[in-house]
């Protein structure tokens, strides 16, 4: 098994591309902290890693709070006496076109996907630091990100600015062994795609020369792979697990 030993925190884990990668990284073998803003969200997918044999704890986490964040990386440690892997996974949107946008909605977009990936990041690199193996982080951005897309300035702000963050973490921490690298999913069936109208699914199927949209088995297949020794020389780096889309 790929994580054997391990231990991980994936946020957001309660739900979607998140519960995912819990489950992927529990069948590999690592000890994973499901966290999210509902206990119920991140006790069901603890139970259902339980169920299989593994190890998870479910935490409640506000990833745009400074004190949350660290209480989580405290409590993973407490709990497994180490922290070896973070996703940052948590996000959010909340579309519109530029003309039509509004401060809130930019302001709630970039706490979430910017701030929360810099707040769990930092106190994941924090014990990562005084670990003798180091420790990988792993970071949600988007095809989005590097694309742009109609109606989401905010959203497509926070994944390039993921980018940003990742390749500097990358160069700021290779030396303490901690490696650094972005996934850019493309369109993955998730609550976020159930949103969207079924004529842009159909559009954006046909935009993907795999004229399919993705799942989230597929992203957190890459998640397991990035977090293990098998990519011990990956860092600073974006994947983009999109079926071929390029805008």
């Known amino acids: 098994m790929k994580l054997q030993g391990k231990v991980a925190i994936v946020t957001g884990g309660g739900g979607g591309i998140g ?28 139970a259902d890693i339980q169920k299989l044999g593994g190890e998870a704890l479910g935490l409640i986490v506000d990833v745009v709070d400074a004190a949350s964040v660290a209480k989580m990386v405290e409590d993973t440690v407490k709990a497994f006496g180490k922290l070896d892997i973070i996703v940052n996974n948590a996000g959010i949107t909340d579309d519109s076109q530029l003309l039509k946008m509004t401060e809130d909605q ?39 990100g590097i694309y742009g897309n109609f109606g989401q300035t905010n959203y497509a702000a926070t994944k390039w600015g993921v980018i940003g963050m990742t390749k500097t973490w990358a160069k700021e921490l290779g030396r303490k062994k901690i490696r650094a690298v972005a996934v850019a999913p493309g369109f993955i069936v998730t609550p976020m795609t159930d949103k969207m109208p079924e004529k842009v699914i159909e559009m954006t199927k046909e ?5 399919t949209l993705g799942q989230p088995e597929d992203i957190a297949n890459a ?10 020389f990956i860092t600073g780096t974006v994947l983009s697990v999109d079926g071929g889309i390029v805008s």
């Not at 902290?33 to 119920?40: K, N, P, R, Y």
């Not at 998640?223 to 011990?232: C, G, T, V």
């Open 207 to 211: 935009k993907t020369p795999l004229r």
């Open 223 to 232: 998640f397991a792979f990035l977090a293990s020794d098998e990519a011990s």
């Open 106 to 144: 930019w302001d709630k977009v970039i706490a979430v996907n910017l701030k929360g990936v810099f707040l769990c990041g930092q106190a994941a690199a924090k014990v990562m630091a005084t670990q003798e193996s180091g420790g990988v982080i792993l970071s949600t951005s988007s095809v989005v």
């Open 19 to 46: 519960k995912a990668t819990c489950l992927k990284f529990a069948q590999e073998g690592a000890k994973v902290v499901v966290a999210g803003l509902t206990q119920e969200s991140v006790d069901g997918v603890a």
